[in-house]
């Protein structure tokens, strides 16, 4: 995605799109209609551009960023796939630039930050009564996919529509973990990429990766910074399974026990474990199911559910992740576990993941942004509880700046009540714009207790 105020940045890595080779002229269509594509050319009028204006409340202030990324119609009522950071859940207005270069409002389905994947789905009213027609593609078989086969990349690559590059799957299944994600949200566990040298710019993130014959085998991300030809697109196979979810309830529920699997290339020896027998424990989340369980840093899971894991080499920890957070939320997962020389027994019992990333709010007349603390938050940072808004931002000469609140404190009780999240602090905020009372701020910063007053 290109923005034209921010730039999304990934962690080793950028997330982007394609670079341009070629165009094709639009395409004149004449009356509505939709058109499943059979071949490249018929993929070509599926490929879109959007245009998105979305918020920010990191700087004490609501505020507006714009961007421009790419994406592919998938149905025949309009559905278009793309990645999450180009359409964040915070977009206010998305535009969608058609393969004819007629432009139509869209509205934000669902995302899953988890995979970097989003669904929106096009205004068909407008499409519909301005006589518009577009063509929507197919997925292709990724798990087919190998080294050396010919792809292209299709998107707009800093902002130029209808652009095609050509290249090769170098690799079908790449491991690479994002230790910042997307604006702090999490992303890349449960899947491995496919790489490809096929050129990949920004702008032309959510765009497809298509095979010859014009089914998308991936959605294009990202590429390495100060690298030639590594590009990288997530798998087709998880592309559908995620926008299959995302259509039925406008999110992906999974699993989530508390565990941080390592890989055991060259530890063998050390555990005295068979080789390609197991997965390591790297770390257990402080109050999680499985650091209620007992399990802990260092264990080797032999089996869950008594199915063998195989967690050898970093490619193979994504499907391991996966397989867990596939389980029903509540479910009782039995562990066998390698401890030093015993072998034991544990139960586990799943709870729904969440990200550590919280709602975020601005109260501008206050100068002050705040994000909801989340459970995983809590947790990670051995929080007492969950209820409380962390301040994110504070515009100097405001309110919020006078009364000394600084990024990172947790607000927790405002005159006397509970702050349990933003719409309880949302009410609070309402009720002083008629008041010149101050507000007596309860915060909280490494365990610390403080009392402020904020003069609205």
């Known amino acids: 995605m290109r923005k034209q105020v921010t730039r999304f940045f990934g962690f080793p890595v950028l997330f982007l799109s394609i670079s341009l080779l070629s165009f094709w002229s639009a395409a004149s269509v004449q009356g509505a209609s939709a058109k499943k594509a059979t071949n490249f050319d018929g993929l070509l009028d599926a490929v879109v551009r959007i245009d998105v204006r979305e918020a920010t409340f990191g700087a004490g202030a609501k505020r507006y960023v714009t961007g421009v990324g790419s994406g592919v119609i998938m149905s025949r009522d309009g559905l278009v796939l793309t990645n999450a950071h180009v359409v964040t859940r915070q977009a206010e207005d998305i535009w969608v630039t058609l393969a004819s270069l007629e432009v139509v409002r869209a509205e934000l389905v669902g995302w899953d930050h988890w995979t970097d994947l989003a669904l929106i789905q096009l205004d068909m009213e407008q499409v519909t009564g301005r006589r518009l027609g577009f063509s929507y593609a197919s997925f292709g078989d990724s798990e087919k996919l190998k080294p050396g086969q010919v792809v292209f990349a299709v998107g707009t690559p800093h902002g130029l529509s209808r652009t095609v590059s050509k290249g090769i799957i170098s690799n079908s299944e790449r491991y690479f973990f994002d230790s910042r994600g997307i604006r702090g949200y999490e992303t890349g566990f449960f899947n491995n990429w496919l790489q490809t040298d096929a050129a990949i710019n920004p702008g032309n993130s959510g765009g497809p990766l298509v095979d010859e014959r014009g089914r998308v085998v991936g959605i294009n991300t990202r590429t390495y910074l100060g690298a030639d030809n590594l590009g990288f697109a997530i798998p087709a196979s998880t592309a559908k399974t995620v926008m299959n979810s995302l259509i039925e309830r ?107 990333v919280g709602e975020e709010w601005a109260f501008d007349n206050w100068g002050l942004s705040v994000r909801e603390v989340s459970r995983a938050y809590a947790r990670e940072n051995q929080l007492e509880s969950d209820k409380g808004v962390i301040v994110i931002g504070v515009q100097p000469a405001f309110p919020a700046d006078k009364a000394k609140l600084s990024r990172g404190e947790i607000i927790s009780k405002a005159n006397s009540l509970d702050v349990t999240d933003i719409e309880s602090l949302k009410k609070l905020y309402q009720e002083s714009e008629n008041s010149d009372e101050s507000i007596l701020l309860e915060t909280l910063r490494n365990r610390r207790v403080s009392y402020k007053a904020l003069k609205p």
């Open 250 to 356: 406008g999110e992906v529920i999974r699993s989530y026990i508390g565990i941080d699997p390592g890989f055991l290339q060259d530890l063998e020896s050390f555990y005295d474990i068979d080789t390609n027998q197991g997965m390591l424990i790297d770390s257990v989340d402080p109050g999680s199911p499985a650091a209620m369980a007992g399990l802990r840093a260092g264990d080797i899971v032999l089996q869950i559910n008594g199915v063998k894991l195989d967690g050898r080499f970093p490619e193979q920890i994504p499907p391991i992740r996966n397989y867990i957070a596939n389980h029903a939320i509540g479910a009782v997962l039995q562990l066998e576990v390698k401890r030093n020389e015993d072998v034991r027994k544990f139960s586990v019992t799943t709870e729904r993941l969440l990200s550590r």
